[in-house]
């Protein structure tokens, strides 16, 4: 087999049969490669760098559907590692060190107190900021939870009644978005929402108080359970 030696800046290189010297890409190297796959790799960097640089959070909750609708929250500006239980919870702070930690009061096989006194006692992750979830009338829970070192305490209904209004603001800005794009049209499941929708939040044309619509929107949400 016949081999060329070619040398560039630095190296001697020996290629093969068939292989053009000016067909090599190097690193660094953007000519040679398409420009698909010049986005995606661009893509994959941006995404990487914003990983790196957004702050940890370990959430403990062991609620399926709490944890998940509170890591949906979350996840904009943090991310989420989550936990079932307190026990899990300690396992997880103690390898991630975690930027924040929010934890369920009542969970199995370790509570909230527990998980925030081991916390305070590990020096590698004592200073971590805690917030703490309580019942809906859990206001004894709260002072214990702050005398055992929690950063704040939240009534955990607060958290639920936050996403609601959330989440009724953005259906409200959707939906005007929707009708100002007419008559071009959206996809036959969010057409349907958005009929249903109007059935009880008018689509505004002029500046007007806001409060009664965005009270009817939280209704709206409340009764379709989203």
């Known amino acids: 087999?016949?081999?060329?030696?070619?040398?560039?800046?630095?190296?001697?290189?020996?290629l093969?049969?068939?292989i053009n010297p000016q067909d090599l890409t190097y690193a660094g190297d953007t000519e040679g490669i398409s420009s698909d796959a010049a986005d995606k790799a661009a893509a994959n960097d941006d995404t990487h760098s914003e990983d790196q640089y957004?702050?940890?959070?370990?959430?403990?909750?062991?609620?399926s559907d709490l944890r998940r609708m509170l890591q949906l929250q979350l996840s904009h500006s943090y991310h989420v590692v989550t936990a079932t239980d307190g026990a899990d919870a300690l396992e997880k702070i103690l390898d991630v060190h975690?930027?924040?930690?929010?934890?369920?009061?009542m969970?199995?096989?370790?509570?909230?107190?527990?998980?925030?006194?081991?916390v305070r006692r590990d020096f590698s992750v004592s200073h971590v900021p805690v917030i703490v979830l309580t019942a809906k009338n859990g206001d004894?829970?709260?002072?214990?939870a702050i005398a055992t070192g929690a950063n704040a305490a939240t009534k955990l209904y607060r958290v639920a009644e936050n996403t609601e209004r959330v989440l009724a603001l953005e259906l409200f800005n959707a939906a005007q978005a929707l009708d100002f794009r007419r008559p071009l049209k959206s996809s036959p499941a969010v057409e349907?929402?958005?009929?249903?929708?109007?059935?009880?939040?008018?689509?505004?044309?002029i500046d007007r108080v806001m409060y009664p619509l965005i009270a009817k929107s939280i209704e709206f949400i409340a009764k379709n359970q989203f």
Do not use: C, Q
Request: hydrophobic share 40%; charged share 40%.
């Open 98 to 105: 975690p930027d924040l930690i929010i934890t369920d009061l």
């Open 192 to 205: 349907k929402l958005h009929a249903e929708y109007r059935k009880i939040v008018p689509f505004i044309e």
């Open 1 to 14: 087999m016949s081999k060329e030696k070619f040398k560039d800046d630095d190296h001697d290189i020996l």
């Open 107 to 118: 969970m199995p096989r370790m509570d909230g107190v527990e998980l925030l006194k081991r």
């Open 54 to 63: 957004r702050p940890t959070l370990v959430l403990a909750e062991d609620n």
């Open 140 to 144: 004894d829970d709260m002072m214990k």
């Open 16 to 18: 093969g049969d068939n």
